[in-house]
């Protein structure tokens, strides 16, 4: 069965993740990268900083008799773990720069590989320093794209 537009668009998100390395230019080397919720405590403390596409809301509105558009808000999980459990700024500050780099990694495509009209990034709300030793993020990204009734 071929691939849904939507599940496309949310792949070439995740896959956006691994541009973000020290070697290219970055921050960070992103070293959890997914699809799907998962617990902070789930993962490795030698894979952080993580990213997670943790869900996807749409919004569509037929177009034509056979066509649609949708509106769809991705949330993003982001996450880094404090090399240093007693100093929680320095957890907050690697935040800041995950944020940064996630930023930068979105917009080298903003047409997901051609399969959406833009991407825009919306809401950004950070945790309030509750979970040290780390620090989380979650973004809403806003994702535009048209598909067919038939190949959706």
């Not at 069965?1 to 541009?19: H, P, V, Y």
């Not at 590989?113 to 509750?130: L, P």
């Amino acid at each position: 069965m071929a691939t849904s537009k939507r599940q496309l668009i949310l792949e070439n998100i995740k896959a956006a993740f691994a541009l973000i390395t020290v070697a290219g230019g970055y921050n960070f080397t992103v070293g959890y990268k997914g699809i799907g919720a998962k617990h902070i405590t789930e993962i490795p403390a030698d894979m952080f900083p993580a990213l997670i596409v943790a869900g996807a809301d749409e919004d569509r509105n037929n177009v034509t008799n056979s066509g649609f558009k949708s509106v769809m808000d991705v949330s993003i999980f982001g996450c880094v773990r404090s090399s240093d459990v007693k100093s929680p700024e320095i957890a907050e500050s690697d935040l800041s720069k995950l944020i940064s780099d996630l930023t930068k990694a979105l917009y080298v495509d903003h047409t997901r590989g051609g399969n959406c009209t833009y991407t825009e990034i919306g809401v950004i709300q950070a945790d309030k320093g509750y979970a040290q030793p780390y620090a989380a993020f979650e973004m809403t990204v806003q994702v535009e794209y048209r598909g067919e009734f038939t190949a959706p």
